[in-house]
């Protein structure tokens, strides 16, 4: 029997980053969970080689598109390699194996009707030759700014409105098709509100796999992108896919466009999409447009790569969105992983050791342990089938803590000292090994590397991979059998010292990604302008202004007009670049600082005397500076 899985192929303007690494492990753990339930388990991820960004990213660092992609493509199978994730096809949208499959799915969908030629308007970029969906006429280039243009071009359709029913159908019969069951609701009202027809290729672009004998057509995002999924595995038999593991940003995409694609074509449709939420860290989702990303690297150098697993299985309830932070991390290790698991397993050798000459004692029971392992078994099995990770390990963990205390009441070191308790002494030595067996091998899809060397001190014999979940039970450690060498798995971290060496490592680490997509990270502030002089300073009228109204500027989505009182007989208006950031409604009432001696300026046909002051990161939005404490309108910045 097999087992197919995907994670999203990842867009190779930049390289991996721990929400990248999220999806990977949990797809890399599924996959070892179904491996450990008798199946051929198969997992495919890759990298979304094409587009006019990928083009452009290549010519800031003077390489040619592919040799670009080649270098980031690198990066994410090296980081899965280094995290031991265990990845079967890496496939990349650039190899022509893939674009003979989309080429073939076209096909199949023109052959049946499916594709019509038409024409296709939208917003346009001439400078940035950059399609911007969903904007506007006038509306700005999300890149350079610039006005875009409504621009006309003939381009293949796909008649998504044939699949309406079609897709409605399907989320009836399989109402596991999308989980969780929220995704489903929001896919399935989408569908309700009808569907239009969806432009598959262009003309204006060069860097994507063309349309047979249709030059100068060229596959547009998602029908490329998510053909890889059966492009990876041609002619293995692996089709259709169990699990489609992704992000739920892109779940319309899967779970509207492609079943669609696939009915349109006659194909045989994916079992499952599962889209989990999002990682958040400083409080917004990790993004490398909002700069607010961690890689793995640092992390898995510092702390090793089971800890990064356990923590993303562990601390985020699958489904859900949730927080990384460094220290909940090393507390989580500390507390779960070194107190935990790793103390429960060395107290325990080292007593089979010091108690029992190194070997497994005879077999006797003693107390509820052994049910309630037998309990855990199923119990945690059972989570895990219904990706629920983090409910799974909890269970695990009850069941070491059970152990332990069961271990502390029996006080092994005062059995030892009576030779009339050795069945007693046996019977709780036996006991903790076995709960260690049996926690070590339904732990082993969710820490890999320490799993294993758990198992080896347990000299358990055959590998740990080799264990199939549904022959665990009480009972198999063999008496009278000889331990391994003990030694510590999850050695204490110390929290402030770990922080600070990733911190560091991070800083290297982006610091080298930047310089692979040709992007120089920015320096520290000090380096990078010139010194000026106090009289310089003095130049700026610096003052506190109070914003008494707020409203959009017509076709300009990035741009605000607000009335701002600085104490002067009139209110200023300024046209500040914010409405990404800001809703109107959230100004209204707020102190900003305004620079007040800026030569008016206009924008967009508007007036502006001034400018209003904020942080602004590259890429990111803008942050208004203002005041913790109250200060008068008006007020001079010094
Ligand atoms: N190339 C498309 C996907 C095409 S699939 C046929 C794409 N690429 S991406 O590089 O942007 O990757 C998005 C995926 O990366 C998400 O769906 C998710 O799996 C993972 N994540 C990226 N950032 C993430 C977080 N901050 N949090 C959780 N997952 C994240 O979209």
């Not at 046996?426 to 590397?449: G, K, M, N, Q, S």
Request: hydrophobic share 40%; with cysteine.
């Amino acid at each position: 029997m097999k087992y197919y899985l995907t994670t999203p192929i990842y867009y190779v303007n930049a390289a991996p980053h721990i929400g990248h690494a999220y999806t990977t492990i949990v797809a890399d753990t599924v996959r070892r969970l179904k491996a450990m339930q008798g199946y051929n388990a198969v997992l495919t991820t890759g990298s979304d080689e094409h587009g006019v960004n990928v083009e452009r990213a290549a010519q800031r660092v003077g390489k040619s598109p592919k040799e670009y992609c080649d270098v980031i493509a690198a990066e994410f199978e090296n980081q899965w390699r280094l995290l031991g994730l265990k990845v079967d096809h890496f496939q990349r949208t650039t190899s022509p194996q893939h674009a003979r499959v989309v080429q073939d799915l076209f096909e199949r969908c023109r052959k049946n009707g499916y594709i019509y030629k038409g024409s296709y308007t939208g917003q346009y970029c001439i400078h940035d030759n950059l399609y911007v969906n969903d904007a506007k006429a006038g509306d700005p280039c999300p890149d350079c700014g610039r006005p875009t243009e409504t621009i006309t071009e003939e381009n293949f359709f796909f008649k998504l409105s044939a699949f309406q029913d079609k897709l409605l159908d399907l989320y009836n019969r399989e109402p596991k098709f999308i989980l969780p069951e929220t995704r489903r609701n929001e896919v399935v009202s989408f569908v309700k509100t009808g569907l239009t027809d969806l432009s598959i290729t262009r003309t204006n672009i060069k860097w994507g796999i063309p349309v047979a004998g249709e030059a100068p057509h060229v596959f547009y995002v998602w029908f490329d992108a998510l053909t890889t999924y059966m492009s990876a595995v041609e002619g293995e038999h692996l089709w259709p896919a169990d699990l489609h593991l992704i992000g739920k940003e892109i779940v319309r995409f899967h779970a509207i466009y492609w079943p669609a694609f696939l009915m349109a074509a006659e194909l045989p449709l994916p079992k499952r999409i599962f889209a989990h939420g999002w990682l958040l860290f400083e409080e917004s989702k990790m993004s490398k447009s909002r700069g607010n990303i961690v890689r793995p690297e640092p992390i898995r150098r510092v702390m090793g790569a089971d800890a990064l697993r356990y923590f993303l299985m562990r601390e985020i309830v699958f489904g859900q969105d949730g927080s990384f932070s460094y220290d909940a991390l090393v507390g989580r290790y500390n507390s779960d992983l070194a107190n935990g698991l790793g103390n429960l397993a060395s107290r325990t050798l080292t007593m089979i050791n010091q108690y029992s000459g190194g070997a497994v004692p005879a077999c006797t029971t003693e107390g509820a342990i052994p049910g309630l392992a037998m309990q855990t078994i199923s119990a945690a099995t059972a989570a895990f089938e219904e990706f629920e990770f983090s409910k799974g390990l909890e269970t695990i963990w009850s069941l070491l803590s059970a152990t332990d205390k069961f271990i502390v009441e029996q006080a092994p070191w005062t059995l030892a000292k009576n030779p009339d308790l050795r069945p007693k002494l046996d019977a709780t030595l036996y006991t903790a090994a076995e709960v260690l067996r049996i926690a070590t091998a339904l732990l082993a899809p969710v820490l890999p590397e320490s799993t294993a060397k758990i198992w080896a001190q347990l000299g358990t014999p055959g590998p740990l991979d080799a264990v199939r979940i549904r022959d665990l039970a009480w009972g198999q450690l063999h008496p009278g059998h000889k331990i391994g060498e003990v030694s510590a798995v999850f050695p204490r971290i110390d929290t402030a010292k770990a922080v600070v060496e990733m911190r560091a490592l991070e800083e290297e680490e982006a610091a080298r990604q930047a310089a692979l997509v040709g992007k120089t990270p920015p320096p520290p502030a000090a380096e990078t302008t010139p010194k000026i002089s106090i009289d310089d300073f003095v130049k700026v009228d610096l003052r506190v202004g109070l914003v008494l109204e707020a409203e959009p500027v017509r076709g300009a989505s990035k741009l605000l007009k607000l009335k701002v009182d600085l104490a002067e007989p009139q209110p200023r208006t300024i046209v500040a670049g914010i409405a990404e950031a800001y809703q109107p409604e959230q100004l209204i009432g707020r102190k900003v600082v305004i620079v007040a001696n800026l030569e008016p300026r206009k924008l967009r046909g508007v007036e502006s005397n001034g400018m209003i002051v904020a942080a602004s990161i590259e890429g990111g939005k803008p942050t208004l500076a203002g005041f913790l404490e109250d200060v008068p309108v008006g007020a001079r910045l010094k």
